[in-house]
Nanobody, 121 residues
Framework: QVQLVESGGGSVQSGGSLRLSCTVS????????MDWYRQAPGKQREFVAT???????NYVGSVEGRFTISRDNAKNTVYLQMNNLIPEDTAVYFC???????????????WGQGTQVTVSA
């Protein structure tokens, strides 16, 4: 089955940096766009960033210029480099892809388990 496993979360002070990783198995990673979402306490899950199979990127306005999404197809891994973090970035961060599993016929939404990012003032 398709598995997305995030790592790299933690606690930092405002202005600090973290790099999240999401390693994928069970699908042909290089074929599909990969996304990062986040969910803060009491709020809906929101889109953060996406990277297409051809390395085009897009970001939510609140992280533009501070976060960078990238991918390494050889390692089946997508990254989110987060710089100049602010308390409003505190959330559980999720990796996501809409993809076909190996041998599958249909696109499905796949999510990781999430990794906590906490930014203190």
């Amino acid at each position: 089955q398709v598995q997305l496993v995030e790592s790299g979360g933690g606690s930092v002070q405002s202005g600090g940096s973290l790099r999240l990783s999401c390693t994928v198995s069970g699908m042909i990673f290089s074929l599909y766009a990969m996304d990062w979402y986040r969910q803060a306490p009491g709020k809906q899950r929101e889109f953060v960033a996406t990277i297409t199979s051809s390395d085009s990127t897009n970001y939510v306005g609140s992280v533009e210029g501070r976060f960078t999404i990238s991918r390494d197809n050889a390692k089946n891994t997508v990254y989110l480099q987060m710089n100049n973090l602010i308390p409003e970035d505190t959330a559980v961060y999720f990796c996501h892809s809409k993809a076909k599993r190996l041998g599958g016929s249909y696109l499905n939404d796949y999510w990781g388990q999430g990794t906590q990012v906490t930014v203190s003032a």
